[in-house]
């Protein structure tokens, strides 16, 4: 193990040369409006974004969802904004998994949820992409078993591209972070495309402005 | 496998009498190549990106041996297990022997071309551990027991009816092979089980990040989030040279690797793994494994063939290739088909072993054409044509012909008394200007070759006729 890793090592380091890297690429898109862009760049991929004023109509608008969804079990991540609104006390009629706080079992009830509810740690717009961040109160498999996805987030997450994400990146990374740029999908069956594979089938993202 | 001439031939002869087969290449390959040229196209400075990334790909293999060690300390720093494999051996059994550590039973892998070059699932299989392959098309050809034979599309030779069978025996229960949403809903449903119960999750890897210790993972099923989420265990198996310094480089990398492999912008999940589940997470595996798997790569580092490391499998000259698009992904009897396969295949598994493969080239220049990298396929198969003569491998036959012909096209008059000749000789098997050779002597093949013109253009040149 140790020998193979000093061979392979000592093999690469014969080659060494001193190659400059080329100065960072600096990004070259550039949009009028982020969340105009996010809104048409999910829905070309099949994504379900919505964008209003603030964070009272978007809760609204997650109401509405979760009614035409007929929602009964939701697992939600802990996380703001979604911390703030009560979803309990709004919607009494769902069994809701909040993860770190309710009892029972986040992966079994994951795995039989209706819908997962996250925010985001940013949104790119260029691609319609949300990134989400592992950490305390953020659970994996909320956004990732259930059918449905739906992400609420803040207009000022906003990223132009990812050029633009990675280089305002800072500190260290969760183990894990994941880009979603539109719902599970696949073509491996005569180039059909098919929505909904493994991961959510839809994916929906409720942009509101207000801060 | 192998691909020699004869091999090679016999295969390509039988794809290319496939109707089905044939319709199915031309429309997968021709619609990645439209949907690449389309995604590109909306980016104006497309073409100064390559260019930065192939600066990029140069530079940090320059360094590789550094950036490969920033990436194991902060790897190690995150949690993660790092592995050194020399060999395809040697990954399988640092992979297997987790395996026996943990008790593992079942493995949920998701799609990866450097498991398939190794071999892990045969190896899985003799250490008691069943891999499931859960890409749907990598699932398609394990049910089918086949390798894969296309990069990103792995069974762009099945059809629905075939997969519809193949679903059928795997579920007991009937399947339509009308209904391609069907068939896919009852995937995810044979398959969810699987991700559930595996107690180990098997991935490759797009890009290694070395500034944090990254594997960033690329998949559009979202099969990769599963395997890197559901079971306890996360082992990923990558090639050396997939590495980048920085995060500012792995976008540069992700911009460029979807929109050449499917046209996509970005595909729909990618998915960055650093290290274990944290102390405060919810969920996540306890133990992440990363396997450097070596393979022959750091022999190509400082060689003419150095470029190749620069390839990130997007698969996009497999979509433009002539040669593949006709004797599809099986002919190259490697997990790696196409122009980068014809060059990658001889070199990592042995030319002898792969002497076709760097004819299986018409050397028309498209692969180097569409390539995120601008690699130069065409020059190292060149390359690797001359290697064949100078180690050998070349056909005798050949050889003598080369070098009968070179002996007299070095003096006139000779040449002038063979073609002559040619011309007298050729007589009883011109038929309307076309030679009739018998076909076991015809080296063109199926196809006729032409006469001996009456007279050379030699000789009209000196004549003024022309």
Redesign the interface.
């Known amino acids: 193990?140790t020998q193979?890793?000093t061979?392979?090592?000592s093999?690469?380091?014969?080659?060494?040369?001193?190659?400059?890297?080329?100065p960072?690429?600096q990004t070259?898109q550039g949009f009028d409006d982020l969340a105009e862009q996010f809104v048409a760049?999910l829905t070309a991929?099949h994504g379900e974004p919505h964008l209003t004023p603030n964070l009272e109509t978007a809760a609204q608008k997650l109401g509405e969802i979760l009614t035409e969804l007929g929602a009964k079990r939701v697992v939600c991540n802990d996380e703001v904004p979604l911390s703030d609104l009560n979803l309990a006390e709004r919607w009494p009629a769902i069994q809701w998994h909040i993860?770190?706080q309710s009892t029972g079992d986040?992966?079994d009830f994951s795995?039989t949820a209706d819908a997962g509810l996250s925010s985001g740690a940013a949104a790119?717009a260029?691609?319609g992409?949300l990134v989400i961040r592992?950490?305390?109160?953020?659970?994996?498999?909320a956004t990732?078993f259930p059918p449905v996805h739906i992400a609420l987030l803040p207009t000022n997450c906003l990223t132009t591209?990812?050029?633009t994400?990675?280089?305002s990146?800072t500190g260290?990374?969760?183990?894990?972070?994941?880009?979603?740029?539109?719902?599970?999908?696949?073509?491996?069956?005569?180039?059909?495309m098919?929505?909904?594979?493994?991961?959510?089938k839809r994916f929906i993202v409720i942009l509101y402005r207000e801060t | 496998m192998t691909a020699t001439v004869s091999e090679f031939r016999e295969r390509a002869t039988v794809a290319i009498a496939d109707v089905r087969l044939q319709t199915?290449l031309e429309?997968?390959t021709g619609?990645f190549a439209a949907s690449r040229e389309a995604a590109l196209a909306e980016?104006?400075?497309a073409d100064e990106?390559r260019d930065?990334f192939k600066?990029?790909r140069?530079?940090?293999l320059?360094?590789?041996?550094?950036h490969?060690?920033t990436f194991e300390r902060n790897a190690l720093a995150?949690?993660a297990q790092v592995?050194?494999?020399?060999d395809g051996a040697?990954a399988c059994a640092i992979v297997t022997e987790i395996a026996r550590r943990r008790g593992v039973t079942l493995a949920a892998k998701s799609k990866s071309m450097a498991t398939e070059e190794i071999h892990l699932n045969a190896a899985l299989a003799e250490a008691g551990v069943r891999p499931v392959e859960?890409?749907?098309?990598e699932w398609?050809i394990q049910l089918a027991k086949e390798p894969p034979s296309h990069i990103i599309?792995?069974?762009?030779h099945?059809?629905?009816e075939q997969?519809a069978e193949l679903f059928e025996r795997e579920s007991g229960r009937p399947q339509s092979a009308d209904d391609?949403?069907a068939?896919?809903?009852e995937?995810?449903r044979m398959?969810?089980e699987q991700?559930?119960a595996a107690g180990m999750g098997i991935s490759g890897g797009n890009v290694m990040v070395a500034e944090?210790g990254?594997v960033v993972l690329v998949t559009?099923?979202?099969?990769g989030?599963?395997v890197?989420?559901?079971p306890p265990v996360h082992v990923a198996v990558i090639g050396?040279e997939k590495i980048a310094?920085a995060?500012?480089?792995?976008?540069?990398w992700?911009?460029l690797l979807a929109r050449s492999a499917?046209g996509?912008?970005?595909?729909?999940?990618?998915?960055?793994?650093?290290?274990?589940?944290?102390e405060?997470?919810?969920?996540?595996p306890e133990e992440v494994h990363v396997v450097?798997l070596?393979n022959g790569r750091?022999?190509l580092?400082?060689s003419k063939y150095?470029e190749v490391l620069q390839c990130i499998r997007c698969g996009a000259c497999l979509n433009v290739c002539p040669v593949y698009r006709e004797a599809g992904g099986h002919a190259y009897g490697s997990p790696y088909s196409g122009p980068i396969g014809a060059v990658i295949s001889p070199l990592l598994f042995g030319l002898d072993k792969y002497a076709a493969l760097p004819h299986a080239s018409s050397l028309c220049g498209a692969c180097k054409d569409v390539c995120p990298a601008r690699i130069d396929l065409p020059r190292m198969l060149l390359e690797l044509r001359a290697d064949l003569v100078e180690q050998g491998l070349a056909p005798t036959k050949e050889g003598a012909m080369e070098k009968a012909a070179a002996f007299a096209l070095r003096y006139d008059k000779l040449w002038r008394v063979v073609t002559g000749l040619g011309r007298v000789g050729q007589r009883p098997l011109l038929k309307n200007g076309k030679l009739q050779v018998p076909d076991q002597f015809n080296p063109a093949g199926e196809r006729q070759l032409p006469s001996l013109a009456k007279k050379s253009f030699h000789d009209l040149w000196r004549d003024g006729e022309v």
């Open positions: 193990m193979t890793r061979n392979i090592l093999r690469l380091k014969m080659q060494q040369r001193d190659t400059a890297m080329p960072m690429w070259q760049a991929v993860v770190g986040l992966r795995a790119i260029e691609t992409t592992s950490g305390p109160g953020k659970s994996r498999v990732l591209d990812l050029f994400f990675t280089a990146r260290d990374l969760p183990a894990n972070m994941t880009f979603v740029s539109g719902p599970s999908k696949t073509a491996d069956i005569e180039q059909t098919a929505i909904g594979v493994h991961g959510p | 199915a429309g997968a619609r980016l104006p400075w990106l930065h600066a990029m140069a530079a940090t320059a360094n590789l041996a550094a490969l060690e995150a949690g592995h050194w494999a020399q040697e859960t890409d749907l098309g398609i599309a792995p069974a762009i099945k059809t629905k997969v391609i949403p068939l896919t809903a995937a995810r398959l969810r991700f559930l944090t990254s559009n099923e979202g099969n989030r599963m890197t989420t559901a050396i310094p995060w500012d480089d792995a976008a540069v992700l911009s499917t996509q912008p970005m595909s729909i999940y990618t998915t960055v793994v650093t290290g274990p589940r944290r405060a997470d919810p969920d996540g450097l070596d750091s022999h580092l400082g150095e």
